[in-house]
C-alpha cells in the first residue's frame, strides 16, 4: 500500500504492471488488435514487386557499365559505316574510279576500326605531289598513325595497308607495329570485291621499314607486301601474320610495278558534315584511341 492509500498489485500472468483497474500496456495490445495488418497475398505481392525492381535495377547497371569490344561496336554501328569516307583536302584518286569507286571506297571504310569510321581520310603523301621515294613517304609520315596506305600497279590491281604505328627506319631486322595492322585488296575479277585479312596472331611480325624497302607480314612465302626504295617495283606473297593464302594481286605472279601510291591518315570530327572539322592534334588523339582500347582486348585475351 503507498502513501496515497492505494494498493498496487502485480499481475503474475501477464507479468505487467496495473494501477487499480488500469493497465496501459493492455490498453496499446488492444488498439494494436484494432489496427489493419496485411494480408499473406498482400505481402507476397509486395514482395514480388520488390524483387522485380530490384532485378531492374541490376539489368540497368549492367547496361550502363557493359563496354563492347571494337568487333561488337563495328557490328552495331551507326550510318557512319554507310557513308563515303570523308576526306580532308584531296580526294583518292585510286578510288576514283567511276565503276567500282564509290563501292570500294564504302567497304574499306567500313573495314576500318570503329573508331576511325566517323574520321575524316587527309592525304599526307601522294606518289605524284611528294615525289617518289621512300625518303619522301617516311617524312610525309612521320608520328603520324594509324595510316591507310593504297597501291595501284600498272595491271590495275588495287591493294594496300592499315599501318597501326607511324613508318619509321626499322633498326636491322627488327619488326614493329600491332595486331591493329591488316593487309586488304579488291578483287578486279570480281567487280573489285574487298578481300579483307586481319592478324592471325600466328606471330608478331607486322611492321618492317628500312631504308631500302618497306613491307608488311612474314612467315611463309614471303612479305605480305613488299615495295623498293624507288617506289617503283615490289612484292606480294602468302604470309602467316595475315593468312593471305596467296598473293594479293589479281593478276597472275606476285611481282608488280607500281602507278601509284597514297598515304591516309586520320582527323576526327564531332559531326558527319564536311565542314565540321576538327583540328589536326586532336584528331590524331582520336585515332589513337583504336590502338588504346584494341591493345586492351588483346591483353585481355593473353590473360583469359
Not at 496501459?24 to 488488435?33: A, I, N, T
Not at 601522294?126 to 593504297?150: C, N, Q, V, W
Not at 579488291?186 to 607486322?206: A, G, I, P, V
Not at 565542314?275 to 589513337?288: Q, T
Request: aromatic share 10%.
Amino acid at each position: 500500500e503507498n502513501s496515497h492509500g492505494r494498493a498496487r498489485s502485480c499481475s503474475a500472468d501477464s507479468g505487467t504492471a496495473a494501477v487499480g483497474n488500469f493497465s496501459p500496456l493492455g490498453k496499446v495490445k488492444e488498439w494494436f488488435s484494432n489496427f489493419p495488418t496485411p494480408s499473406k497475398d498482400r505481402n507476397e505481392r509486395h514482395l514480388r514487386k520488390s524483387s522485380s525492381e530490384r532485378a531492374i535495377d541490376v539489368s540497368v547497371i549492367k547496361k550502363k557499365t557493359s563496354h563492347p569490344s571494337l568487333d561488337t561496336v563495328g557490328e552495331n554501328s551507326d550510318s557512319f559505316s554507310n557513308e563515303e569516307p570523308i576526306f580532308f583536302e584531296k580526294p583518292s584518286r585510286i578510288l576514283s574510279c567511276p565503276t567500282h569507286g564509290e563501292k570500294m571506297r564504302k567497304s574499306l571504310k567500313s573495314a576500318l576500326p570503329y573508331a576511325l569510321q566517323s574520321c575524316s581520310w587527309n592525304l599526307v603523301y601522294d606518289f605524284f605531289t611528294d615525289g617518289i621515294s621512300l625518303e619522301k613517304l617516311y617524312a610525309k609520315t612521320e608520328h603520324r598513325a594509324p595510316t591507310l596506305m593504297i597501291i595501284k600497279t600498272v595491271e590495275d590491281d588495287i591493294f594496300g595497308i592499315l599501318a597501326s604505328d607511324a613508318w619509321c627506319m626499322s633498326k636491322g631486322r627488327s619488326f614493329y607495329g600491332t595486331g591493329e595492322t591488316f593487309v586488304f585488296s579488291f578483287d578486279k575479277r570480281n567487280e573489285n570485291e574487298l578481300c579483307l585479312f586481319r592478324w592471325t596472331k600466328k606471330n608478331n611480325l607486322f611492321m618492317h621499314s628500312t631504308s631500302t624497302h618497306l613491307a608488311v607480314g612474314a612467315g611463309g612465302a614471303g612479305f605480305a607486301v613488299c615495295v623498293d626504295s624507288d617506289l617503283e617495283h615490289g612484292t606480294s606473297n602468302a604470309c602467316e601474320t595475315f593468312g593471305n593464302p596467296k598473293s594479293l594481286l589479281s593478276s597472275d605472279g606476285n611481282e608488280f610495278v607500281l602507278e601509284s601510291l597514297e598515304v591516309f591518315s586520320f582527323e576526327a570530327r564531332l559531326a558527319k558534315s564536311p565542314s565540321d572539322k576538327v583540328s589536326p592534334a586532336k584528331g590524331r588523339r582520336r585515332a589513337s584511341l583504336f590502338g588504346l582500347e584494341q591493345r586492351s582486348i588483346l591483353l585481355k585475351e593473353s590473360i583469359t
